[in-house]
């Protein structure tokens, strides 16, 4: 390589030597051309000026001789006198001309004189003399005073060019001697010149090929050159320099690099870790927290169902659909990692808009009741029955606003209402609704709306302090929105409250149905309590074609009485009407609806009475109104019916034929709510509180199918499913189906089938869900369903419809024991079952345990062991009514969080040692009241 670059550099060199020699020949032979050229240019006048002169001069005395033979026109004496001309050796020709041009004499060897040279060039210039070869002279012939003629003559000048001949040989000698000292010249130039320049070019060279630059070129004498050596020598030295610090840049780099990548790899080892530990606190939370939901769901699930009045049946649904929300809110927090990943996903399924307004009226009703808010829904008539959608989301969306809304109004009300914005007249076809939340509370200013749905905002800097919050709340709202295809807005007025919406784009699965029309002109009075809620019954009203009329409170409304056809009115309105009636003053024609709150029980005597006909429970919902007034124009008015206890219409579920089931649960609670569901639907239940005791059962006894819980001490769920397995394998058993019940999200942990579980529930469960998993490996009882709940065997020992389950404590004989709270449990239990009975024989066998961990943990001296201790005994005394007991074991809890001391802790734990005994001792008693109650 470096071979090469010599070749091209000798050739370079040798090119610049060839055009040096070049340009040194060229410019001497140059400057002899033309130091030639001008001597000739000299030599041609110097001779022309003479060769004039000459002629002149002859022309001159020729004139004089000839001048008196021509003035006498003699032409023979002329001829003799030019003869004497002739002898010159230079004249060619001689030519006498008179005054009229006409020839007198001529003589020479020319022909022609010619008069003006060759008649590009001046006559006798140099150039005429170079160019013809001839010069001439014309003077006049004068005879006395008087121009007789004129005399030409012309002369050869052929000496000219020897002349000329002679210089240019001297000048070609001149250029060659010239030449041979330019190639010496030359030669001594071309080794000062390209020699410096190509020792350059060679380190130029191995600098490019070795990338070493810490080689020079060596210095030159002569100072142009040298001076370029010096500029290529300082341009090494600037990249040296450079290289230098790139070098020590690169070196330091590579140990920060070396240092951020043990930062970050530390960093991940701790970000892997947090989200291990993130994930067991996901699943231990997940576990913890859906084990009390299970019960809770699953018995309201079974009191729902059950035969109930329906003001008790309404109680259950709300406990029932509560549950179902906090359960929905408690899969959002699980699940939170989609959403921080940009994963979350939306169902897509048939969703009834005008039930997710009732829900969520029906959730907010009591927290709206207790601040004197009138809250209200108001579904239009466009809205279509069912759309595709995902319920929880929208229900979220619009639980959020109704927060909201609540929290920043203090009075006035708050309206929950959803319409048809564009399409979905038909079904399958695209539409669009809009959901709205407007309340009266404190507005938002307009500089502040632009904001309000970014995280972490609110309308001013003190919202926080005056009404809580974080300000998450509508930046989630957004975001699932949009996520739905909608979009979010708010219009407010500071002062006057504020409108909230949103819309959702998807498409109809049933359109609207038509309201039912009222034949002839009706009139309605609509006397309750609110600004919001008569106003949206009488929205109802007037789309079926009744013309309502509020009456104001305290307003004179005996007129509108009058000519009534309905009136919706309050127990207030009813009771001073009732006196009316029984003083005569007025006939009681109109239909008659009492509008009352959930637990009011005093409608139940206007009923009782005839004053009222009919009962409407708030919130109101459109489908109520509207089968209300379907009642009024049908004439069927439910009377003392709408008190008593109904058979409610109940979906057919499937009833199993007696197939023995074990489930394994360590929780008492959970093993209660199994066998209560599995005898519903009449399955022969055995209970296990570990894997252990479950392992022993299989071994010892045969099972159709194994309910298995997932997280138990000694042995867990998926131990005792390998455990059993491996025994079917060795002593050749039939294959049982084993059911997982976990607590964690479902689906999201494969590890059940990988230990040979064939199917999985998740807690808390449902009576429908369960029977549908078990119908997958049991068979049913074919027309068979499921036992329900029985009505009081004797109705004169059924409470009265009107009295309130949730009534003061009452004054009993025997006040250890709360009595409200065991009927309460008594109300769940179905047929046969006593679950009081047992519930209270649970408490018996478990608080003496608990008793004695409270005990040890105060010798100890911890006070957070005390708290926990405290706590579990008050639940499970609470939980059966036992109030003294579990009040004792809430004051030792608050003291122990709070730091006393052992002798103050001491005390109380010796006041609620009393208190134990004191309810151990009632405890047989009662227990021996319900067997007496059951029998």
């Not at 939901?293 to 035969?307: E, I, V």
């Not at 298995?708 to 058993?733: H, N, V, W, Y």
């Not at 005390?907 to 405890?923: D, G, N, S, V």
Request: charged content about 25%; aromatic content about 4%.
């Amino acid at each position: 390589m470096q071979a090469g670059s010599r070749t091209v550099m000798s050739k370079r060199t040798q090119t610049l030597r060839g055009r040096l020699t070049s340009l040194v020949i060229v410019a001497i032979f140059g400057a002899v051309a033309i130091a030639t050229a001008s001597s000739v240019w000299r030599e041609t006048a110097q001779f022309g000026a003479g060769k004039r002169a000459e002629l002149d001069a002859s022309a001159h005395i020729f004139a004089s001789t000839i001048a008196e033979p021509v003035a006498m026109n003699d032409k023979a004496a002329t001829l003799g006198a030019l003869r004497a001309i002739s002898y010159l050796p230079t004249i060619e020709h001689v030519r006498i001309n008179r005054e009229d041009g006409a020839v007198f004499v001529e003589l020479g060897s020319t022909a022609e004189i010619r008069e003006t040279g060759n008649g590009l060039f001046q006559e006798n210039s140099p150039l005429s003399m170079l160019s013809s070869g001839t010069a001439s002279a014309t003077v006049p012939v004068r005879y006395g005073d008087e121009t007789v003629a004129t005399l030409t003559l012309n002369a050869s000048t052929g000496s000219l060019w020897e002349r000329i001949g002679t210089l240019l040989y001297d000048a070609l000698v001149a250029a060659i001697f010239a030449g041979g000292i330019g190639m010496l010249i030359a030669m001594k130039m071309q080794r000062a010149i390209t020699d410096p320049i190509q020792r350059l070019g060679l380190v130029m060279g191995h600098v490019r090929e070795s990338g070493d630059f810490s080689v020079r070129a060596d210095p030159v004498e002569d100072e142009e050159t040298n001076q370029l050596v010096e500029t290529f020598n300082t341009m090494l030295d600037h990249i040296q320099e450079r290289d230098s610090k790139l070098q020590a840049h690169q070196r330091n780099l590579e140990k920060t690099v070396e240092l951020r990548t043990r930062e970050m790899r530390a960093a991940k080892d701790a970000a892997e870790a947090a989200n291990v530990a993130k994930s067991d606190f996901l699943a231990t939370m997940s576990h913890e927290i859906r084990t009390p939901m299970n019960g809770m769901l699953a018995m309201a699930d079974l009191l729902s169902k059950a035969r109930l009045a329906p003001r008790h049946k309404r109680y259950a649904e709300v406990i029932a659909k509560s549950g179902q929300s906090l359960l929905a809110i408690i899969n959002d927090i699980l699940d939170f990692s989609k959403i921080e990943a940009g994963k979350l996903q939306l169902e897509k399924i048939p969703v009834r808009p005008a039930d997710i307004v009732d829900d969520v009226v029906g959730l907010f009703w009591e927290r709206a009741a207790s601040k004197n808010i009138d809250l209200a829904a108001y579904v239009a008539a466009n809205t279509p029955e069912e759309i595709e959608g995902d319920p929880v989301r929208i229900s979220q969306v619009l639980s959020n606003l109704v927060n909201n809304a609540l929290k920043f109004t203090d009075h006035g009300h708050v309206v929950v209402g959803v319409a048809l914005k564009s399409g979905g007249r038909a079904q399958d076809e695209a539409c669009t609704l809009e959901f709205s939340v407007t309340d009266t509370g404190v507005g938002i200013d307009k500089d502040k709306q632009a904001t309000i749905f970014e995280a972490f905002s609110q309308g001013d800097q003190t919202t926080t302090r005056r009404f809580g919050g974080t300000g998450l709340g509508l930046a989630i709202c957004r975001r699932l929105v949009e996520a739905m295809n909608g979009k979010i807005g708010v219009k407010s007025r500071p002062g006057k409250g504020a409108r909230f919406f949103f819309s959702t784009t998807t498409k109809t699965l049933a359109a609207a149905k038509p309201v039912r029309q009222v034949r002839d002109e009706k009139r309605a009075v609509i006397a309750i309590e609110g600004d919001a809620t008569p106003k949206m019954l009488a929205h109802y009203l007037r789309e079926t074609g009744v013309i309502p009329h509020i009456v104001e409170e305290g307003a004179q409304f005996g007129p509108h009485i009058a000519c009534a056809d309905m009136i919706f009115a309050s127990p207030a309105f009813y009771h001073v009407y009732q006196k009316t009636i029984s003083e005569g003053k007025a006939q009681w024609v109109p239909a008659r609806v009492c509008i009352c709150e959930l637990g009011d029980v005093a409608p139940d005597a206007l009923v009782e009475d005839g004053v009222v006909e009919d009962i409407l429970l708030a919130p109101l919902s459109r489908r109520e109104v509207m089968e209300q007034v379907g009642r009024i124009i049908d004439g069927r008015l439910r009377g003392k019916t709408a008190l008593a206890t109904t058979e409610t219409a109940q979906p057919d579920r499937l009833c199993f034929r007696g197939q023995r089931v074990l489930a394994a649960d360590d929780s008492a609670v959970n093993r209660e709510v199994v066998k209560e569901a599995l005898a519903r639907l009449n399955l022969d239940v055995t209970l296990a509180g570990d894997g252990r005791e479950a392992l022993a059962l299989v071994k010892s006894e045969p099972f159709d199918l194994i309910l298995m819980d997932c997280s138990m001490p000694k042995m867990d769920g998926f131990e005792a499913t390998q455990a059993i397995r491996s025994l079917e394998e060795r002593t050749g058993r039939a294959r049982v189906p084993i059911i997982a019940l976990t607590a964690h999200v479902a689906g999201k942990d494969a590890a059940w089938r990988e230990v040979g579980m064939d199917e999985y529930l998740t807690k808390p469960f449902t009576l429908d869900s369960l029977s549908g998993v078990i119908a997958q490996y049991l068979e049913a009882d074919a027309g068979g369903r499921a036992p329900e709940a029985d009505a009081p065997a004797d109705e004169e020992d059924a409470p009265a419809d009107h009295e309130d389950p949730i009534a003061p404590e009452p004054e009993e004989d025997n006040p250890v024991f709360d009595r409200t709270v065991l009927e309460q449990i008594a109300v769940m239990q179905s047929g046969a079952a006593n679950l009081p009975l047992r519930a209270l024989a649970i408490f018996e066998e478990h608080s003496r345990e608990a008793i004695r961990t409270l005990a040890n943990a105060l010798k100890t001296g911890d006070n957070e062991a005390v708290a926990q201790a405290a706590h579990a005994l008050k639940s499970m005394s609470v939980n059966v009514g036992a109030r003294r007991l579990g009040a004792a074991c809430g004051e030792i809890e608050r003291e122990a969080r709070n730091g006393a001391a052992k002798a103050a802790l001491s005390a109380l734990c010796k006041q609620a040692a009393a208190e134990f005994r004191e309810t151990h001792r009632a405890l047989p008693a009662l227990m021996q009241e319900f067997k007496q109650s059951a029998a």
